[in-house]
């Protein structure tokens, strides 16, 4: 078992920068994939950005300019930092984990609102 727990989400004004971050404990030998999701009001969850062990990356077209993961795999953390942020960045931003892409650990989410 997995847990996840995120942190960093806020209110940001449009072109403001943020950092999310994602600790990871449990079962962590089993972990190879770690990413970020979000889901926007009346909207699906999409991929934002995921990273491998390794640190091999993909990023969503929409924040691939903008947005960057990392991972620290000494503390088992991911990190998402959030650049020239608009205002469809809105979003409740989840932490997900998984042996694959396909992630099975997910975290509660943190909120990510940005406006003028």
């Known amino acids: 078992q997995v847990q996840l727990v995120e942190s960093g989400g806020g209110l940001v004004q449009p072109g403001g920068s943020l950092r999310l971050s994602c600790a990871a404990s449990?079962?962590?030998?089993?972990?190879?994939?770690m990413g970020w999701y979000r889901q926007a009001p009346g909207k699906e969850r999409e991929l934002v950005a995921r990273i491998t062990r390794s640190g091999s990356t993909n990023y969503a077209d929409s924040v691939k300019d903008r947005f960057t993961i990392s991972r620290d795999n000494a503390k088992n953390t991911v990190y998402l930092q959030m650049n020239s942020l608009k205002l469809e960045d809105t979003a409740v931003y989840y932490c997900?984990?998984?042996?694959?892409?396909?992630?099975?650990?997910w975290g509660k989410g943190t909120l990510v609102t940005v406006s003028s």
């Open positions: 449990g079962s962590i030998f089993s972990i190879n994939v």
């Open positions: 997900g984990a998984g042996r694959g892409f396909v992630l099975d650990y």
